[in-house]
């Protein structure tokens, strides 16, 4: 997708869900319009700072801009927080980026491709994705990519391997 640029505005959903077995698993940034389906790879550290800087920047923006009562706009219900078939990545994620509008009060997720340079190659332009999203979606977001992080192994220490102890 090098060099490509694709919005998604507003979701209709968004989500982080890992395949494979712990210690195997590959993480998955998923979102949706209508019958459009965006899949991307991260890395377990990337959920978990997105995870992070997610809550920073809705507590930022609850206390600038408070939301007028409930939120009313679409939102993913918690039971709506698993990958939607098909499952094929559009690249892997090499940077995020947050970002908020407050004329529309939408959060902007930015993802920014991992381009391999080969040869000095300094002119590939790596694939961008924008997905905008509600606050309440965002939260769900966070919360989802933070329980798929912590819901590895144990101790991420082991990476895999079988580790012996003696006292």
């Known amino acids: 997708m090098a060099g490509s640029e694709l919005e998604l505005r507003p979701v209709d959903f968004v989500t982080i869900d890992t395949i494979g ?12 319009k209508e019958a459009q389906i965006v899949t991307l790879i991260i890395e377990k550290e990337q959920a978990l700072a997105l995870s992070e800087a ?19 706009d679409s939102a993913v219900g918690a039971d709506d927080m698993e990958l939607r078939e098909p499952l094929e990545p559009l690249f892997r994620v ?7 509008d407050d004329e529309t009060r939408m959060v ?11 040869n000095g190659e300094d002119d590939v332009e790596p694939g961008v994705v924008r997905l905008w999203c509600n606050r309440r979606q965002m939260r769900q ?23 012996y102890y003696w006292s």
């Open 21 to 32: 077995p712990k210690g195997k698993r590959v993480f998955y940034l998923q979102a949706g």
């Open 54 to 72: 997610i809550g920073e920047l809705l507590d930022d923006i609850d206390e600038r801009f408070p939301p007028p009562g409930e939120e009313t």
């Open 94 to 100: 090499a940077e995020m980026g947050l970002g908020y």
């Open 108 to 118: 902007v997720l930015l993802a920014q491709e991992l381009v391999a340079r080969e």
């Open 141 to 163: 977001l966070s919360s989802q990519a933070s329980d798929c992080a912590q819901s590895g192994r144990a101790d991420p220490r082991q990476n895999g391997r079988v580790v």
